[in-house]
């Protein structure tokens, strides 16, 4: 006995909005100083830990381990780098990619130059 189900198609979901590449790539910039900021937490509990530094901000808990702040600085710093990459990704439709172009060239006239 074979049974078949068949489901409505429902509408397309489309890919490569060019809003939500570009608010992938504003996300990630807001997220690297979260990520400078956990390195630092991570780097002060273990000075703290080994004796080259005073007391940390958090005294107990979770998050008064450096290892916690050590990995949430690497999982945010995977985030940036995936929204990074999904934000410049190379699949542009052809008006942005040339808008993208025009702005870097643009950026790079501005650049006064080292004359000798």
Do not use: C
Not at 9 to 37: D, T
Not at 41 to 57: E, K, N
Not at 110 to 115: D, G, L, Q
């Amino acid at each position: 006995m074979h049974v078949r189900i068949r489901l409505g198609r429902g509408r397309k979901v489309k890919q490569n909005k060019p809003e939500v590449r570009r608010l992938a790539m504003g996300i990630s910039v807001l997220l690297q100083p979260a990520v400078l900021a956990a390195f630092v937490l991570a780097a002060w509990r273990f000075g703290t830990d080994v004796g080259w530094t005073r007391d940390f901000v958090i005294p107990s808990g979770a998050f008064s381990h450096w290892q916690t702040w050590l990995a949430i600085a690497v999982m945010l710093q995977i985030a940036v780098i995936a929204l990074n990459r999904y934000g410049s990704s190379t699949n542009l439709p052809k008006s942005e990619a040339r808008e993208r172009e025009s702005i870097l060239k643009s950026e790079f006239d501005r650049v006064p130059s080292i004359k000798q």
